[in-house]
């Protein structure tokens, strides 16, 4: 899967995750919340933030999630 892929690479893949945002599906712009939850950084961090207030409550309950996710780690 792309998702495990882009995972795995971490950090430096962080980029090329945020750019899915732009996609129009709604379970492709979901993926990337996991994703950067699992990165850890501050702009991951910066991002959930963000995406927590998107209209789409699936997409900002994704956000809610990932953010809590790796909140929990630090």
């Known amino acids: 899967m ?6 795995s690479i971490g950090p430096a893949a962080e980029d090329a995750v945020i750019q899915l945002f732009k996609e129009k599906n ?9 994703i950067l939850g699992q990165i850890e950084t501050q702009k991951s961090l910066d991002w959930l933030k963000c995406l927590m207030l998107d209209p789409e409550q699936s997409f900002s309950q ?3 999630e990932a953010l809590r996710t790796m909140l929990a780690r630090l």
């Open 2 to 7: 792309a998702g495990n892929a882009l995972n």
């Open 26 to 34: 709604v379970e492709t712009r979901r993926l990337p919340c996991s």
């Open 62 to 64: 994704s956000a809610t």
